[in-house]
């Protein structure tokens, strides 16, 4: 059975296809000419915005709900997000 969520992603990659159709190459090329992202790239892009928005504060939802911080000792910065337990 398909998610509804699934369905939406679907029907909206059918529709950017059916407009790249109009640049008369293969689906990939159009996005580069237009200058667009994939829809796999808008949905990262969105869920990094959504995430970071959680992680600040910036809206109504709590961050230890969902994710907890974990100091590491190995290169880059000293944080690890991961999902909560609880």
Same mark, same amino acid.
């Given at each position: 059975?398909?998610?509804?969520?699934?369905?939406? *992603?679907?029907?909206?990659?059918? *529709?950017?296809?059916?407009?790249?159709?109009?640049?008369?190459?293969?689906y990939n090329k159009p996005l580069r000419l237009a200058q667009l992202p994939g829809l796999e790239i808008k949905r990262i892009q969105n869920d990094l915005?959504?995430?970071?928005k *959680? *992680?600040?504060?910036?809206?109504?939802i709590s961050y230890p709900d969902f994710f907890e911080f974990r100091l590491r000792?190995?290169?880059?910065?000293?944080?690890v997000l991961s999902f909560s337990s609880g």
């Open positions: 059975m398909v998610s509804s969520s699934q369905r939406r *992603i679907d029907h909206n990659e059918k *529709i950017q296809s059916r407009f790249t159709e109009h640049f008369s190459v293969a915005i959504c995430f970071d *959680i *992680i600040f504060g910036l809206n109504k000792s190995t290169g880059g910065h000293s944080y």
